[in-house]
């Protein structure tokens, strides 16, 4: 008796999960989800992807040492931000640009969602990018170094002001102020 109970018991757990891969390959294969970027996810799929990119995170992170932050590392990696980020980020009293409103996800306001990262979770996030996001990988083409600097510079700006924003931007003179990508065309 109880072995039959058993028995149905198993033919149910997989009957159920043959109809869930079922459904997931049909919306799969019909394109029944729609990925158009004006469309919020469902909120079932926000928390799947957004959960998973934070475990994801968190857990690569892990192993990182962060070395001791300076004041010379701030102001190297302020020059990288204005340079490579401030367009979709945004800056203290910087707007990001425009198009960078219409992507989904949006790019986070770093001035307050940096506190919500670890100055490892940071370089690695810089370093390796995130799938599906438009967050680009920058470890191809910036070594570790300038990484920690751009982390040091992340992480420093929830408590600055927006004087000292804009000051770093004649400081970082290598990479013009980010403001100015119509320029950048020119060179
Ligand atoms: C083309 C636009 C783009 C550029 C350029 C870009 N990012 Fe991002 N970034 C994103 C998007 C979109 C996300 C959100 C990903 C998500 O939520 O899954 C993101 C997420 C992040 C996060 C995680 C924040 C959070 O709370 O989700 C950090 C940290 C970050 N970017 C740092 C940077 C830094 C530093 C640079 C420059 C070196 C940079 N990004 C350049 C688009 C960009």
Redesign the pocket.
């Known amino acids: 008796m109880k072995q039959i109970q058993w028995r149905s018991f198993g033919f149910g757990v997989l009957a159920l999960s043959m109809l869930l891969f079922a459904a997931a390959l049909i919306t799969v294969l019909t394109g029944a989800y729609d990925v158009a970027a004006d469309d919020r996810h469902t909120p079932l799929v926000g928390w799947g ?2 959960t998973t ?1 934070r475990n994801s995170v968190q857990s690569r992170a892990d192993n990182l040492t962060t070395p001791a932050f300076t004041p010379a590392m701030i102001a190297s990696g302020a020059g ?2 204005k340079a ?2 401030q ?3 945004g800056g203290i009293g910087a707007e990001r640009a425009e198009w ?1 409103g219409g ?1 989904r ?4 306001a ?1 001035a307050s ?2 506190k ?2 670890s100055p490892e979770e ?1 370089f690695w ?2 370093k390796h990018g ?1 799938k599906m ?4 990988a ?1 470890g191809g083409s910036h070594d570790d170094p300038t990484i920690w600097n ?1 982390a040091a510079f ?1 992480k420093a700006m929830p408590t600055m002001s927006a004087e000292r924003y804009a000051a770093y931007a004649s400081e970082g003179g290598d990479h013009g102020n980010g403001d100015e990508a119509g320029q950048a065309h020119h060179n």
Do not use: R
């Open positions: 992807l957004d990119m990288e931000y490579m980020c367009h979709c980020h960078a992507m996800p949006h790019p986070p770093l969602a940096a919500g990262w940071v996030l810089v995130i996001s438009g967050m680009p920058f751009i992340v």
